[in-house]
């Protein structure tokens, strides 16, 4: 079946700092990839997504690499602010496992960035 | 509407009583995803609809969870005879589907209190 594998959290890290979350995963086929993310009191929401090998995905500053070699998607920003405190989840979808269309996460990394 | 939406917000139930929740999906959203975030434990699947279909319900953990959709629109997930073990968040989220590359809206999810 397909599973998904991120570091284990909390990750504390000062403003500014650089920021790496990993994420590894396995499935059949060619699954796409994302990062959702959950700040406090909210519901998850998309945060990037790649669909194929060697893309990458990038927003807010974040980015993350499709390597189908390594069977890898980690999330990087270069500077963290205060207001990236959240929790992370990596995900995919595949044709097989969790339905034609289903969503399979990782546990979720809780980030946070002290001032 | 805007968002998918979920009810009710918050629900506390005496063990062994059964609980209704619902989800109303985006409109026009053909999928609808049921999931499960414990503390700690990440997010887990319970079951996948594609219209009124449930070509996956792998993630249901017993025989007390069942789950509906009605009109391709509307779901409800009802747990009979709650356990404390019940005690989650329960999160819904709709998608255009059935593409695997289809993002996942989520709602605020229904937080469950067994007590």
């Known amino acids: 079946g397909n599973s998904v594998t991120q570091m284990e959290g909390p990750v504390t890290l000062s403003e500014e700092a650089f920021l790496t979350i990993n994420c590894t995963y396995t499935?059949?086929?060619?699954?796409?990839l994302f990062w959702y993310v959950q700040y406090p009191g909210e519901g998850l929401q998309l945060l990037l997504k790649a669909t194929k090998a060697d893309d990458k995905g990038s927003n807010k500053g974040f980015e993350a690499t499709y390597r189908k070699e390594t069977t890898s998607f980690h999330l990087e920003k270069g500077s963290v602010q205060v207001s990236d405190s959240a929790v992370y989840f990596c995900a995919l979808t595949a044709v097989s496992g969790g339905g034609a269309d289903g969503l399979t996460f990782g546990k979720g990394t809780h980030l946070i960035i002290q001032p | 509407g805007a968002g998918v939406s979920q009810s009710p917000s918050n629900k506390v139930t005496e063990k062994g009583k059964d609980v209704e929740l619902r989800c109303d999906p985006i409109s026009g959203h053909t999928a609808l995803y049921w999931y499960r975030q414990s503390l700690g434990q990440g997010l887990e699947f319970l079951i996948y609809?594609?219209?009124?279909?449930?070509?996956?319900k792998s993630g249901l953990p017993s025989d007390r969870f069942s789950a509906e959709r009605t009109g391709g629109s509307v779901s409800t997930l009802t747990i009979q005879r709650t356990q404390q073990e019940d005690s989650a968040v329960y999160l819904c989220?709709?998608?255009?589907?059935?593409?695997?590359?289809?993002?996942?809206?989520f709602g605020q999810g229904t937080r469950l209190t067994v007590v």
């Open positions: 609809f594609q219209g009124n279909s449930a070509p996956d």
């Open positions: 499935a059949t086929g060619y699954p796409s």
């Open positions: 989220a709709s998608s255009l589907g059935p593409r695997k590359n289809t993002e996942a809206f």
